[in-house]
């Protein structure tokens, strides 16, 4: 069972940066994928960027790659998400999940571990 916390959401103008962090209940890397989904108004929740020791991090898109930073920090059990740039688009909560083992995936049903979310808001 692992619990996540996700914090360092909140509102900014266009062009500003946020870094969210996603804090586990226990080690995480040794053998979880950790991945960062955001849901938008009126929008399926997405893939955005997940991490893990073998594959290292991997994105949605080349767009959100060029703005996006995912990374982890094994010691504080906490994955981070490095938003710059940040567009009117981005706005959505943003949500943390985990899932046992080290292969990629970007559907969220194959998650089996989720935080709260916390809101982005990002005005024009």
């Known amino acids: 069972q692992v619990q996540l916390v996700e914090s360092g959401g909140g509102l900014v103008q266009a062009g500003d940066s946020l870094r969210l962090s996603c804090a586990a209940s226990?080690?995480?890397?040794?053998?979880?994928?950790v991945a960062w989904f955001r849901q938008g108004p009126g929008k399926e929740r997405e893939f955005v960027a997940g991490?893990?020791?073998?594959?290292?991090?991997?994105y949605s898109s080349d767009s959100v790659k060029d703005r996006y930073t995912v990374s982890g920090d094994n010691a504080r059990n906490t994955v981070y998400l490095q938003m710059n740039s940040l567009k009117p688009e981005d706005t959505a909560v943003y949500y943390c999940?985990?899932?046992?083992?080290?292969?990629?995936?970007?559907?969220?049903?194959?998650?089996?571990?989720w935080g709260q979310g916390t809101q982005v808001t990002v005005s024009s």
């Open positions: 999940a985990a899932r046992t083992g080290l292969s990629a995936s970007r559907s969220p049903s194959d998650y089996s571990y």
């Open positions: 226990r080690r995480t890397f040794s053998m979880y994928t």
């Open positions: 991490i893990n020791r073998i594959k290292g991090p991997t």
